[in-house]
């Protein structure tokens, strides 16, 4: 029932709010094919959990626009807004190498696309033609890693979807336990996602295929209408583009130690926007076989796994699109553009993190590998090794990255080499780029819970803003703020982050 289908919904009795936003609602206009027309479920007694002010921004909304009545009902769902066009979209996709069939946004719906190109949808906002068994809504406790991760990876200048707000509601959401009920505001120029494609491939229907990708190309690459490698093969050439943001992404998400946690091709942004922040990680030790989602029994989606699973996706994606590419080999070709981006961009990643300001070398890959070697060997905790080792090329003293190894040897070793290669780098230059590329606030698990416990327990946002402030200038020293930016307690090891969310 992925066309016009219905569901029950209340009526909308409330007056809509004037956000001040003019809406132009592009993906609403290739029609009822690709989604359905409905509003969010309003939810009873909605508060505010937090909000983005560089969001806001981005969009335009007038200063105090939470402030203005019927705002916090308008991002809850409770209460429509004026020229939006909500909808949900339907889109298949492969769930942990399994093709799954149809999904859709299941909790998600599209407000609608402002004038000035931003999307924006809210999740958690109710049930949708294609729920399936859930029940349309996301609790506060992963609402508040989502809007959190989101605005932090932005300001590690990781291509993300973003977060304008969360607003939080006593409805009691069942879970493991009864929780309750929130709504992040999502923002991203578009939502959609590989599965969109592998929808419509998997039913047959070409049309819609070449409509969707039309608009993506039109509305995202218009580039890939300019003849170039691919003879005018726009199709050919979309597929090479996203293989390229892909693996900026990859390489991105491996430097920093991000681990997705959920990459079934539902979760993979068409635009290579990070999307779905279920049970990602930042890491604290370094493990590079580490699972950061608990319901990944098999390890699909372990930290070293993500290259080769961006791969895995991409060949679903020029699978859905080889009706419109035409040739396997050219498809195979324009595939083969991610397999030689994400190497160049992860070495170009590692390079910048071991402050290699000048130009490559031949032996760089090979002591990016020898550091994540001695990472691993003891699994070193990966944020604090960066930056200390990037405040000692600074003029800290060596013995503050040493003692972060019971084996001194292999450290002394592979500072060795790494001293040499760095003698050849202007030191100050050096010391500047590892300051601005090794951050020293990444959101870890625990303190994501400890914001998630004030939040949940005593509706106290103090520790969500105090994070969002440090997590959006990363790479600030902050003072007073070392506990943050410090060891991660021996409970975190406990935390258990899943698909349920
Ligand atoms: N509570 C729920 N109610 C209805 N549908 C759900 C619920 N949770 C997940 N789904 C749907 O199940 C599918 C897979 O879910 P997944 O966990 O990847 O996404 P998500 O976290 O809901 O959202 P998104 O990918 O939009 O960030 C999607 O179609 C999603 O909409
Ligand atoms: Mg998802």
Not at 81 to 93: R, W
Not at 444 to 473: K, M, P, V, Y
């Amino acid at each position: 029932m992925d066309t016009a289908a219905t569901i029950d919904r209340p009526a909308d009795t409330a007056l809509p709010f004037a956000s001040g936003l003019a809406w132009r609602n592009g993906f609403a206009a290739l029609g009822p094919r690709f989604s359905t027309a409905l509003r969010p479920t309003p939810l009873p007694a909605p508060y505010w959990v937090g909000t983005s002010p560089q969001v806001a921004a981005l969009l335009g909304l007038p200063a105090g626009w939470q402030d203005a009545p019927g705002a916090l009902d308008a991002f809850t769902g409770s209460r429509s807004i004026a020229g939006a066009a909500p909808l949900a979209s339907v889109y298949s996709g492969h769930q942990f190498g399994v093709w799954a069939g149809q999904l859709g946004d299941g909790r998600a719906i599209l407000l609608g696309e402002t004038s000035g190109g931003w999307e924006v949808q809210l999740k958690g906002s109710g049930r949708t033609p294609y729920s399936r068994m859930g029940d349309g809504r996301a609790v506060l406790r992963s609402s508040i890693r989502e809007f959190l991760a989101s605005e932090a990876m932005h300001a590690l200048g990781i291509p993300t979807t973003r977060a304008l707000c969360v607003t939080g509601s006593d409805a009691p959401v069942r879970r493991e336990e009864v929780e309750t009920a929130a709504v992040v505001a999502r923002v991203a120029p578009s939502f959609i996602r590989f599965g969109h494609f592998e929808h419509f491939a998997a039913t047959g229907r070409v049309d819609e295929l070449r409509t969707l990708a039309d608009y993506v190309i039109d509305r995202y690459y218009p580039a890939c209408r300019s003849g170039g490698r691919f003879a005018g093969n726009a199709y050919a050439a979309l597929l090479e583009a996203v293989g390229e943001r892909t693996a900026a992404l990859v390489a991105q998400w491996q430097a920093v130690g991000f681990c997705h946690g959920v990459m079934n091709t539902d979760n993979m942004s068409i635009l290579g926007l990070t999307i779905d922040y279920g049970p990602f990680q930042f890491m604290d030790g370094f493990d590079p076989g580490h699972i950061c989602n608990h319901s990944d029994t098999q390890g699909r989606y372990a930290f070293s796994q993500q290259p080769q699973v961006a791969y895995w996706n991409l060949f679903c994606l020029a699978q859905a699109l080889l009706p419109l590419v035409g040739e396997e080999e050219t498809a195979l070709a324009a595939l083969a553009a991610y397999r030689s981006a994400f190497p160049a961009a992860f070495e170009a990643r590692m390079r910048a993190k071991l402050g290699l300001a000048d130009e490559a070398r031949p032996g760089d890959g090979a002591l990016a590998d020898a550091t994540l070697r001695l990472l691993a060997g003891e699994r070193t905790d990966y944020t604090i090794f960066w930056r200390r080792l990037s405040r000692h090329v600074a003029g800290a003293p060596v013995e503050d990255v040493r003692d972060l190894f019971l084996d001194r040897a292999a450290f002394d070793t592979w500072m060795l080499s790494y001293q040499e290669r760095l003698s050849q780098v202007d030191k100050a230059l050096a010391a500047d780029l590892m300051c601005k590329t090794n951050p020293k606030f990444v959101l870890r698990n625990h303190l994501g819970e400890q914001a998630i416990r004030s939040a949940r327990e005593h509706r106290d946002f103090g520790e969500l803003q105090t994070l969002q402030r440090l997590l959006a200038t990363p790479y600030d020293e902050h003072p007073g703020h070392d506990a943050h930016a410090g060891f991660p307690p021996d409970w975190a090891s406990s935390i258990e982050i899943s698909c349920s969310s």
